[in-house]
């Protein structure tokens, strides 16, 4: 108990000096720690070392405007991105055809890959977000932006707001968002492709909220199979994959997570080797 | 050697524990004991010598595995820095020493 709470407090405080003294230096500490006589020692030794500053500070460049720049960017790409899905369905997926309909599911099936893609460029060029932004809360700005942009457009539009809307977006975001932090917290632990698969549920699971009231969260029959000879799942399928809402959301949830990853990376985790009794 | 080193009472403490045996290996808890100051001062003091070039540090020769303990760091002062380490020493013990001391001194040697 004693040695896993020294070897925490040895752990914070390498996290906190320079990245290329950081191994060597906890590798001394546990060696001293190692020699040292008594519990109290090695407690007020460990726990001197974890309250202390290094002598310099790591070198990571502060940079207020950049991060500012960065959300801002941030916020013109999640919303460029959502009048995009919606203009490429509006063009490409409203109206289906017996002679348009393979290169339509194509076309979707890819435009999923592309969300991916372009979630995870997104989240390249806008590191500085999570210097402005706690990662934790990184799925809930991103996210949040496409919530608000879709419950004040119909007052745009000037059409009334319904309540079913209303509900689906609220457990859409709420889902989405719990979900996204639940894999930012899985990834900090070491486990980053079962973060990943926890994106991929957040996907999934957000998706059906944003269409409680819709045919598609009831599995219900979307008419789309008659183009498939009658095969509902082909049918459903399509249905599913031509939504633009199912583009954003891949893109947002990637784009969030992997802006979190790029942070957990530059924080450098310190390794945790056992300490020797 | 970067000689422009800011010399605080801590940085003294832990010089003086070094100037005492200059050929020495000095490892962290030795100079704790030796300087009276924590952990959390003493090694970011040494980082900082280090990377001035007034110790140098190196890692104890031995096998982990064999000796069942893992290696310590050890620390030396350089054959450029002693003197310049035990002047500055002198120049603050000069500068801390009770005024009527001083001048009784300087009164004696006048």
């Not at chain 1, 419950?151 to 539009?157: D, G």
């Not at chain 1, 095969?231 to 399509?238: M, S």
């Not at chain 1, 947002?252 to 020797?276: D, F």
């Not at chain 2, 350089?78 to 603050?92: I, S």
Request: charged content about 15%; aromatic content about 10%; hydrophobic content about 50%.
């Amino acid at each position: 108990m004693i040695r896993r709470v020294c070897n925490r407090f040895l752990t914070a405080a390498a996290r906190r000096w320079p990245a290329e003294l950081r191994d060597e230096m906890l590798a001394e500490w546990r060696a001293e720690l190692h020699a040292m006589p008594g519990t109290a020692r090695r407690l007020r030794y460990a726990a001197s070392l974890a309250a202390s500053r290094p002598h310099r500070a790591e070198a990571v460049a502060v940079r207020p405007g950049r991060s500012f720049a960065h959300a801002v960017l941030s916020l013109v790409l999640v919303m460029g991105m959502a009048v995009l899905c919606v203009r490429i369905t509006i063009d490409w997926y409203t109206g289906f055809s017996e002679e348009t309909i393979a290169w339509q599911a194509w076309a979707a099936a890819g435009g999923l890959v592309i969300a991916v893609g372009l979630g995870i460029i997104c989240a390249r060029v806008t590191t500085g977000v999570t210097q402005l932004i706690r990662p934790v809360f990184t799925p809930l700005w991103i996210c949040g932006i496409v919530y608000t942009m879709s419950l004040s457009w119909p007052l745009v539009e000037g059409y009334q707001l319904t309540r079913s809307a209303v509900i689906d977006q609220t457990c859409w975001l709420l889902s989405a968002v719990v979900l996204c932090a639940l894999a930012g917290r899985i990834a900090r632990s070491g486990r980053v492709a079962l973060s990943w698969a926890v994106v991929g549920v957040a996907v999934l699971v957000s998706f059906y909220f944003a269409h409680m009231h819709n045919t598609l969260s009831h599995f219900d029959s979307p008419g789309m199979e008659m183009f498939f000879d009658g095969a509902f799942l082909r049918g459903y399928l399509v249905a599913v994959v031509t939504q633009w809402f199912l583009h954003l959301t891949i893109f947002l949830l990637v784009y969030a997570h992997s802006l979190v990853l790029r942070h957990q990376a530059g924080q450098a985790q310190v390794s945790l080797p056992p300490v020797p009794a | 050697m970067n000689a422009e080193l800011r010399m605080t009472v801590p940085v003294a403490r832990v010089l003086a524990a070094l100037v005492a045996d200059p050929t020495g290996d000095h490892y962290g808890m030795a100079l704790m004991q030796a300087s009276d100051l924590p952990s959390g001062t003493l090694y970011p003091i040494l980082a900082r010598l280090t990377e001035a070039g007034w110790l140098d540090k190196r890692w104890e020769e031995v096998d982990p595995s064999e000796a069942g303990r893992p290696a310590r760091a050890y620390y030396r002062l350089t054959p450029a820095a002693l003197p310049v380490a035990r002047q500055r020493l002198a120049e603050l013990h000069e500068r801390t020493r009770p005024a009527s001391a001083h001048t009784v001194t300087k009164e004696a040697t006048a």
